[in-house]
């Protein structure tokens, strides 16, 4: 059974970096051909896919958030990890880590509250 936990801190400064890790267990994340993504729903929205890394390590943005993104990951750890910069309270959502198979997420995490607020 694959299993993802997103951590992090659930209070950010605004003008600061957002920084959530998705630490994965059941998997690998160098396994063919799975992609980690982040995702993340605004209080009231939709949902708003952020990124990816692959399994080879790769990574690809959403071209709203580029500018801002940065997705890594330790495969010691069998973790990848989000970094969103100067972050404002439009940034306040609930964040979600997700493998994606056949460009479907087929397991997710269950989600951490991130508020963007002085």
């Known amino acids: 059974q694959v299993q993802l936990q997103e951590s992090g801190p659930g209070l950010v400064t605004p003008s600061q970096t957002l920084s959530l890790t998705c630490t994965v267990s059941?998997?690998?994340?160098?396994?063919?051909?799975?992609?980690w993504s982040w995702i993340r729903q605004p209080p009231g929205k939709g949902l708003e896919w952020i990124g990816y890394i692959s399994y080879a390590g790769t990574t690809y943005y959403s071209p709203s958030l580029k500018s801002r993104t940065s997705i890594s990951r330790d495969t010691s750890k069998n973790q990848f990890t989000l970094q969103l910069s100067s972050v404002t309270p439009e940034d306040t959502a609930v964040y979600y880590c997700?493998?994606?198979?056949?460009?479907?997420?087929?397991?997710w995490g269950q989600g951490t509250q991130v508020t963007v607020s002085s």
């Open positions: 997700a493998r994606w198979s056949d460009y479907v997420p087929d397991y």
């Open positions: 059941g998997d690998s994340i160098t396994t063919n051909y799975y992609f």
